[in-house]
């Protein structure tokens, strides 16, 4: 399989079409965002160590037969994945309220939620990424209604195995969002990234963000946290 041209670039990764007519050849870059790409800067080694943590995760999901659009990785920074037609929706699992969640709603951050809280947010940075539901869903024609059915039943088992993973680790799974996309047979898959950066990954122990909110919120440099969180997966 060979490079082709680029078919996107994002904020956090540029994917490329290959010789492969379903593969999509995907390279994580160095930029961090944050507030829909309001603050930006480039930190060296964030695509590698986020490319790495994506990987292995995907691996492990796939070990728990939770299958994804990963097929392997080829560099530091560089994935082959499965091209998918892309839900245009971020699914949010919240299982310790934080973030947007604990402004809008007035609840103290670090508090376990009584069950895992599903949102779907609409992808569309022109609008900034509004928080939607189900009808919202339909209703925009997003997704059809058993689709809808099935993005909330794989998200809620993804949750189940990555709490799982986590705490082998030594980290509380606070909150976290996944993308969805359908295969040319019209499978749903789990697609883009699950690292640092779409997690909110506290230390078990202290309680200490291991994510991109100490990015977001000027905390520190978040290479060594992202690193550490990559080592105690390998780990495992
Ligand atoms: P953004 O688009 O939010 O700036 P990225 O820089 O991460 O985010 O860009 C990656 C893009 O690739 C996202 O728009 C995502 O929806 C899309 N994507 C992820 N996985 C796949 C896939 N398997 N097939 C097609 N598109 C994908
Ligand atoms: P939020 O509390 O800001 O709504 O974020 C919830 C989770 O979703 C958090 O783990 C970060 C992740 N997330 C993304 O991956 N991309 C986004 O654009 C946003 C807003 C959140």
Request: glycine share 6%.
């Amino acid at each position: 399989m060979e490079k082709r041209g680029i078919l996107y670039e994002g904020k956090a990764k540029q994917l490329f079409e290959t010789t492969e007519p379903d593969v999509l050849w995907v390279t994580y870059k160095n930029q961090a965002t944050a507030g829909n790409g309001a603050k930006k800067e480039t930190i060296a080694g964030k695509g590698e160590l986020n490319n790495q943590i994506t990987s292995l995760i995907f691996e492990k999901l796939k070990e728990k037969g939770i299958p994804s659009h990963f097929i392997e990785r080829l560099s530091d920074t560089d994935q082959a994945i499965e091209k998918v037609e892309m839900f245009p929706l971020e699914v949010v699992i919240r299982n310790v309220a934080a973030g947007s969640f604990s402004r809008r709603l007035d609840v103290e951050e670090g508090k376990d939620l009584p069950f895992p809280v599903l949102e779907f947010y609409l992808k569309e940075d022109a609008l900034n990424d509004p928080l939607i539901n189900d009808d919202h869903v339909l209703a925009l024609e997003l997704a059809a209604e058993e689709e809808v059915a099935e993005l909330k039943k794989q998200a809620r088992h993804i949750n189940q195995a990555l709490i799982s993973l986590f705490k082998q680790a030594g980290i509380r799974l606070v909150d976290f969002k996944l993308e969805f996309g359908k295969t040319k047979e019209g499978t749903i898959i789990l697609a883009d990234e699950i690292s640092p950066d779409t997690c909110r990954l506290w230390d078990l122990k202290t309680n200490d963000s291991l994510d991109k909110d100490v990015f977001r919120q000027d905390r520190g440099d978040i290479i060594p946290l992202y690193q550490e969180v990559l080592n105690r997966l390998n780990q495992l």
